[in-house]
């Protein structure tokens, strides 16, 4: 199994959903329970769609404690000054077009926190844009790969 690298807040979130999901459990076998009174279980839909979400929800437990289990905290304390690592807020300019965009290198993208607003872009860093600016320091130009070809960003600053 793959070592994750997560921040501090990313494993709470994870730590925090594996506990709701699982407080879910006794709620999915009471309407199991209920629906297995009704009779017959051949035909039985409330039954059937109670077990088909009990075992969805089961395989998510598992999933997240295997990835809890895998998962490394980084120490932004542990990181040097001006290197990009997870958790960094990074300014960058397109060494083509002379635009500059942030992002922040996350272990996981929270999809219900998305602000699609935001001046900042959450990148994965599993991403190739994570993977080019992981460790990346500032003055450094990385190159990323993309469907439409190659960009070229120079990290100006690291937060």
Not at 110 to 124: L, R
Request: avoid cysteine; proline fraction near 3%; aromatic fraction near 4%.
């Amino acid at each position: 199994m793959e070592m994750q690298l997560l921040t501090k807040e990313e494993k709470h979130k994870l730590q925090e959903q594996l506990k709701a999901m699982i407080d879910q459990r006794p709620h999915i076998a009471t309407r199991i329970a209920e629906a297995r009174e009704k009779g017959d279980l051949r035909e039985n839909a409330d039954y059937h769609a109670a077990r088909e979400e009990l075992a969805m929800l089961e395989a998510r437990i598992k999933d997240l404690e295997n990835r809890l289990k895998s998962a490394s905290v980084v120490d932004p304390n542990d990181i040097p000054d001006g290197m990009v690592f997870l958790g960094s807020t990074v300014k960058v300019r397109d060494s083509k077009t002379g635009d500059t965009e942030m992002f922040r290198l996350v272990g996981e993208i929270n999809k219900s926190s998305f602000d699609q607003d935001s001046e900042i872009m959450e990148v994965s860093a599993k991403s190739p844009l994570g993977e080019a600016l992981m460790r990346a320091r500032v003055g450094q130009t990385v190159r990323v790969s993309v469907p439409r070809g190659e960009i070229h960003y120079e990290v100006l600053e690291v937060s």
